[in-house]
């Protein structure tokens, strides 16, 4: 098979390939298959159904150590057969991207060396035999009470092995511009709205756009919005019109240099 070289140029494509200087893009993915009748609950996996909030404030105030616990006490562990190890990405206390590697070890928080001022995705790096994670895996502060932290940043669903939060915080010596939006609602004769919020602190939140669809799939391109400069938080919040309403939506960013 011969190879051909590639000739037609796409701005997006090239970005994505890392051929164009000082630009990047990033997606912001958050999924709740249980959004409650109501809202708004950040739209994360077990955060909506609990009643649990998505907090990084004191973390984007005063970067901290954050540990990592599953809410199962016997796979999620480093001779288990569900999560072994865990990346947990983020910024460091310049406001960096940053990222470290971490031996879980069940419902008991193995914490981080570096400290963080705000954190993006956990992704399961090696698992045992069931390839997995086998319990809810949480990101947070504070104490641990059966694997889940009193200040909950991020967390996993079972069996996804990695984290499906829609939080971001721009990183420093990033501009970031909002590119495009997507939404997907499942069950019959249920409806949902998403929400974009940009917070300069992740405590004052503004709302940017509610979106909204009945069952099916809803997406578009976002032209508007204005340039986030380093350190904007961004956030997705999920209202539901009934009970258990599964509830996925995506905000692509491109990034730039400044």
Same mark, same amino acid.
């Given at each position: 098979m011969s190879y051909k070289p590639y000739t037609k140029h796409d701005y997006g494509v090239d970005v994505e390939l890392g051929l164009v200087t000082g630009r990047s893009r990033v997606s912001i993915v958050g999924h709740d298959p249980t959004v409650p009748n109501g809202g708004p609950y950040? =739209?994360? $996996?077990?955060?909506?159904?609990? &009643?649990y909030t998505v907090d990084q404030s004191a973390i984007a105030a005063t970067p901290a150590v954050v540990?990592?616990?599953?809410? /199962?006490?016997t796979n999620d562990n480093a001779a288990g057969t569900g999560a072994l190890t865990v990346s947990i990405a983020g910024l460091d206390a310049s406001g960096n991207a940053q990222s470290e590697t971490v031996t879980?070890? &069940?419902?008991?928080?193995?914490?981080?060396? #570096?400290?963080?001022? #705000?954190?993006?995705?956990?992704?399961?790096?090696?698992? &045992?035999?069931?390839?997995a994670n086998t319990g809810t895996i949480y990101v947070g502060t504070g104490t641990f009470?059966?694997?889940? $932290?009193?200040?909950?940043? =991020? +967390?996993?669903?079972?069996?996804?092995?990695? +984290?499906?939060?829609? !939080?971001?915080?721009?990183?420093?010596?990033?501009? &970031?511009?909002?590119?495009?939006?997507?939404l997907t609602v499942s069950g019959t004769s249920k409806d949902a709205e998403v929400h974009i919020l940009t917070s300069t602190d992740g405590i004052l939140w503004?709302?940017?756009? $509610?979106?909204? +669809?009945?069952?099916? +799939?809803?997406?578009?391109?976002?032209?508007?919005g204005g340039a986030m400069a380093a350190g904007t938080h961004i956030k997705m919040e999920a209202h539901g #019109?009934? #009970?258990?309403? /599964?509830?996925?939506? !995506?905000?692509?960013?491109? =990034?730039? /240099?400044?």
């Open positions: 950040t =739209l994360s $996996p077990q955060f909506g159904t609990n &009643g540990g990592v616990a599953s809410t /199962d006490n879980m070890t &069940g419902q008991t928080a193995a914490n981080t060396v #570096a400290t963080f001022s #705000a954190v993006h995705t956990i992704t399961v790096l090696t698992t &045992g035999s069931n390839n009470t059966a694997g889940v $932290p009193a200040v909950r940043m =991020l +967390s996993v669903e079972i069996g996804s092995n990695i +984290s499906r939060t829609a !939080y971001y915080v721009i990183p420093t010596g990033k501009t &970031g511009v909002l590119l495009h939006f997507g503004l709302e940017l756009f $509610p979106f909204g +669809s009945g069952a099916g +799939s809803f997406n578009t391109k976002v032209n508007a #019109a009934a #009970a258990n309403t /599964d509830v996925t939506a !995506y905000v692509a960013l491109e =990034l730039a /240099d400044v």
